[in-house]
Nanobody, 123 residues
Framework: QVQLVESGGGLVQAGGSLRLSCAASGLTFSTYHMGWFRQAPGKEREFLAIISWGGSVTSYADSVKGRFTISRDNAKNTVYLQMNSPKPEDTAVYYC????????????????WGQGTQVTVSS
């Protein structure tokens, strides 16, 4: 059974930093590209970033480019999202997901999802 478990969410002040983690099990982690999404109340799930299976290729949404960094450790079956200088508008539930297609930016293109972790950015 595939499991993706996010952690590291919480309350952070605007301009601070936060690192989210996503631990994977039940799949060959190093063969999947990994993405991060978020969903705020009343809004659609939004693509944030993707990292290739080997970690050499990354891509970001314009809304987080230059502030957030995606990385992975295949030895630990974990993908990370470093959030620097968060803004109140970054408040949302953050999800990690696994896909076989590196160009995936739509939720439907992902095979597996975590349960999400809440991030709240205070002003």
């Amino acid at each position: 059974q595939v499991q993706l478990v996010e952690s590291g969410g919480g309350l952070v002040q605007a301009g601070g930093s936060l690192r989210l983690s996503c631990a994977a099990s039940g799949l060959t982690f190093s063969t999947y590209h990994m993405g991060w999404f978020r969903q705020a109340p009343g809004k659609e799930r939004e693509f944030l970033a993707i990292i290739s299976w080997g970690g050499s290729v990354t891509s970001y949404a314009d809304s987080v480019k230059g502030r957030f960094t995606i990385s992975r450790d295949n030895a630990k079956n974990t993908v990370y999202l470093q959030m620097n200088s968060p803004k109140p508008e970054d408040t949302a539930v953050y999800y990690c997901a696994a896909t076989k297609a590196i160009s995936s930016i739509r939720p439907a293109q992902y095979d597996y999802w975590g349960q999400g972790t809440q991030v709240t950015v205070s002003s």
